[in-house]
């Protein structure tokens, strides 16, 4: 291990309680090709806490990372730390490749061909390659593991206990979509979700955001850019069809991300929220009568935040990309716009009928057609389903897939118990991944209900390890 640094409470802004100590893996470039890279490696970041852990013997709590920097999800997942108490068990926070500071080629991974040893399986390798390694160096090599995850992190969870059974007893998948993902499913049924939760605040809600768009989109069809302008508060004014489309999606981004992320409490999680954000943007979009500088305010409950911001700079505050509900900004976009363009299916299209927003289409064509034009690649659209069975889990065991009602990823992914030890586990009033967050006075009795019984479950994997 190259280096490894101790971390204070704060990090980034982000509270981490228990303490995590950072350290850095030397991790295989390519499992999978022993010519390309020979055995190259490079650095991978993960947190480490025994805080909790009977050494020897306890049980590993492995959180399988997803697209950003690992400590974003540990400073949100309490959850896992407060199991870990019950357990005694040591918890261990990987990061993702291609993510954070965990760059397999440094500022080179994002060019071609380097981006290509970014897959699902690759990172699947790199976790179990890992954790058989840290449990020889920590003389814990008869200590059971549980994975967990929230949303793509909850879908690697769910796969690692497919593909690596021998080394994962059992999975906590919150929020993980993975049967959109595979490309089963309703290309409406996302924007739809997310419509649903202002429509539960109110009809008059959705209605009123759907007047605000038809009063832009009759804007622009005049060419009335300076309006358009100056209504959103735009730094520059737009000057094409794109530049609307551009606005259109930056629109759309912040309601998606309000309705995932609709926890009963302000929240610094890939963004800052105040409490009950959905009904604050229906507060917000019924505040006057002026649609349009509502919808702007609306948009500003997420894009600033903070307040600092004088006006709107479209295409530094929003990426368009393959992944239509968002990919975020920074290198860590880059990456998730390629796993989107290459196995991870994000066909989601937006139409003004079975939802509020505008027609904003993105079909299998579309896909291929941006993906080659960016990364030089064709999607293969049926390979995670081939991969990774897609609905056919029967055979499978040790999952427990949860989903919050008010999260537009839920309808995705499993909903209904499979099997004894296959159990959908659902949270009414629960938005994104709301169950792997640490314990709060505003929690619903339904999250503190599925908890106990997430915790249950893994009480009884763990007991045949005892």
Same mark, same amino acid.
């Given at each position: *291990?190259? &280096?490894?640094?101790?971390?204070?409470?704060?990090?980034?802004?982000?509270?981490?309680?228990?303490?995590?100590?950072?350290?850095?893996?030397?991790?295989?470039?390519?499992?999978?090709?022993?010519?390309?890279?020979?055995?190259?490696?490079?650095?991978?970041?993960?947190?480490?806490?025994?805080?909790?852990?009977?050494?020897?013997?306890?049980?590993?709590?492995?959180?399988?990372?997803?697209? =950003?920097?690992?400590?974003?999800?540990?400073?949100?997942?309490?959850?896992?730390?407060? #199991?870990?108490?019950?357990?005694?068990?040591?918890? %261990?926070?990987?990061?993702?490749?291609?993510?954070?500071?965990?760059?397999?080629?440094?500022?080179?991974?994002?060019?071609?061909?380097?981006? =290509?040893?970014?897959?699902?399986?690759?990172? /699947?390798?790199?976790?179990?390659?890992?954790?058989?390694?840290?449990?020889?160096?920590? !003389?814990?090599?008869?200590?059971?593991?549980?994975?967990?995850?929230?949303?793509?992190?909850?879908?690697?969870?769910?796969?690692?206990?497919?593909?690596?059974?021998?080394?994962?007893?059992?999975?906590?998948?919150?929020? +993980?979509?993975?049967?959109?993902?595979?490309?089963?499913?309703?290309?409406?049924?996302?924007?739809?979700?997310?419509?649903?939760?202002?429509?539960?605040?109110?009809?008059?809600?959705?209605? !009123?955001?759907?007047?605000?768009?038809?009063?832009?989109?009759?804007?622009?069809?005049?060419?009335? &850019?300076? @309006?358009?302008?100056?209504?959103?508060?735009?730094?520059?004014?737009?000057?094409?069809?794109?530049?609307?489309?551009?606005?259109?999606?930056?629109?759309?981004?912040?309601?998606?991300?309000?309705?995932?992320?609709?926890?009963?409490?302000?929240?610094?999680?890939?963004?800052? *929220?105040?409490?009950?954000?959905? $009904?604050?943007?229906?507060?917000?979009?019924?505040?006057?009568?002026?649609?349009?500088?509502?919808?702007?305010?609306?948009?500003?409950?997420?894009?600033?935040?903070?307040?600092? #911001?004088?006006?709107?700079? /479209?295409?530094?505050?929003?990426?368009?990309?393959?992944?239509?509900?968002?990919? =975020?900004?920074?290198?860590?976009? #880059?990456?998730?716009?390629?796993?989107?363009?290459?196995?991870?299916? /994000?066909?989601?299209?937006?139409?003004?009928?079975?939802?509020?927003?505008?027609?904003?289409?993105?079909?299998?064509?579309?896909?291929?057609?941006?993906?080659?034009?960016?990364?030089?690649?064709?999607?293969?659209?049926?390979?995670?389903?081939?991969?990774?069975?897609?609905? !056919?889990?029967?055979?499978?065991?040790?999952?427990?897939?949860?989903?919050?009602?008010?999260?537009?990823?839920?309808?995705?992914?499993?909903?209904?118990?499979?099997?004894?030890?296959?159990? +959908?586990?659902? %949270?009414?009033?629960?938005?994104?991944?709301?169950?792997? @967050?640490?314990?709060?006075?505003?929690?619903?009795?339904?999250? %503190?209900?599925?908890?106990?019984?997430?915790?249950?479950? %893994?009480?009884?994997?763990?007991?045949?390890? $005892?």
């Amino acid at each position: *291990m190259p &280096y490894s640094s101790f971390q204070s409470i704060k990090h980034h802004g982000f509270k981490t309680e228990p303490q995590f100590t950072e350290k850095y893996f030397s991790q295989t470039q390519d499992h999978f090709n022993f010519n390309t890279m020979g055995n190259g490696t490079f650095n991978q970041r993960y947190l480490i806490t025994d805080k909790y852990w009977k050494k020897g013997y306890g049980p590993i709590f492995f959180y399988t990372g997803n697209e =950003g920097n690992i400590w974003e999800f540990a400073s949100n997942s309490g959850f896992i730390t407060e #199991l870990a108490a019950q357990h005694s068990a040591l918890v %261990i926070f990987a990061e993702h490749r291609y993510y954070g500071k965990s760059l397999p080629f440094d500022k080179d991974s994002f060019n071609i061909p380097q981006i =290509g040893l970014l897959t699902v399986e690759q990172a /699947l390798a790199d976790y179990a390659v890992m954790i058989t390694e840290l449990k020889q160096q920590l !003389a814990a090599t008869d200590c059971p593991v549980i994975v967990f995850g929230g949303s793509y992190g909850g879908m690697l969870s769910v796969y690692m206990r497919l593909k690596y059974p021998n080394i994962v007893a059992g999975a906590l998948a919150a929020s +993980a979509p993975i049967l959109s993902t595979a490309g089963l499913g309703d290309s409406r049924q996302f924007f739809r979700d997310v419509t649903a939760d202002f429509e539960s605040i109110g009809p008059e809600c959705r209605d !009123a955001v759907r007047g605000a768009f038809r009063q832009l989109k009759e804007l622009a069809e005049h060419q009335d &850019y300076r @309006r358009i302008q100056s209504e959103f508060s735009l730094c520059k004014p737009p000057s094409s069809a794109q530049d609307i489309h551009h606005l259109n999606g930056l629109l759309r981004n912040a309601f998606t991300m309000m309705a995932m992320l609709d926890y009963p409490y302000s929240t610094h999680f890939m963004g800052s *929220m105040p409490a009950n954000p959905v $009904k604050v943007a229906c507060e917000t979009m019924l505040s006057g009568s002026d649609l349009l500088s509502n919808l702007r305010n609306t948009a500003g409950i997420f894009y600033n935040s903070t307040g600092l #911001l004088t006006c709107f700079d /479209l295409y530094s505050l929003y990426l368009e990309c393959a992944d239509p509900t968002g990919c =975020g900004l920074g290198f860590d976009s #880059l990456a998730w716009d390629y796993q989107a363009c290459t196995e991870i299916n /994000l066909c989601y299209e937006s139409n003004n009928v079975t939802d509020m927003f505008p027609p904003m289409a993105f079909t299998e064509t579309d896909r291929k057609l941006y993906c080659f034009k960016r990364w030089a690649v064709v999607p293969r659209p049926d390979w995670l389903k081939t991969q990774f069975w897609g609905d !056919a889990l029967s055979t499978a065991s040790n999952i427990i897939f949860s989903n919050g009602d008010l999260d537009p990823w839920a309808n995705g992914g499993v909903r209904k118990s499979l099997s004894s030890s296959l159990i +959908a586990v659902n %949270i009414a009033g629960g938005a994104h991944h709301l169950d792997l @967050r640490g314990s709060n006075d505003a929690d619903p009795v339904s999250v %503190i209900s599925a908890r106990k019984t997430e915790a249950d479950l %893994i009480a009884q994997w763990l007991f045949p390890f $005892k």
